[in-house]
């Protein structure tokens, strides 16, 4: 069990260890400060837009992009380039060798 000697010593290390945390919180608001203009300076909307857009960056993230791809959509892309209908081995072929 601790003396008396050594709980004072650390209730004194403490109470330094406030006093330095006291000006700390000061300093966060100032630094909160511009942010807070901001907020309150920016309309509605585009608080709204900027939500739905990391809605969707997060959506992309969890999903790896593939919810952007739509294959059929990409084969009729090159089909319409290429002017002529592609093969499917050979689709399949260059989608198994490129992973």
Known sequence: MESKQILEDEL??????EKD???LWFW???GRLP????DKLTPKFIHEKIGILLD???SYVQTGGKYLVQEKA????IEKKQRQPLKASLILSKFHFSR
């Open 12 to 17: 004194k290390k403490i109470e330094v260890w």
């Open 21 to 23: 945390q006291s000006g």
């Open 28 to 30: 966060e608001r100032i």
């Open 35 to 38: 942010f807070k203009i901001l």
């Open 56 to 58: 969707e960056i997060g």
């Open 74 to 77: 990409v084969f009729h892309l």
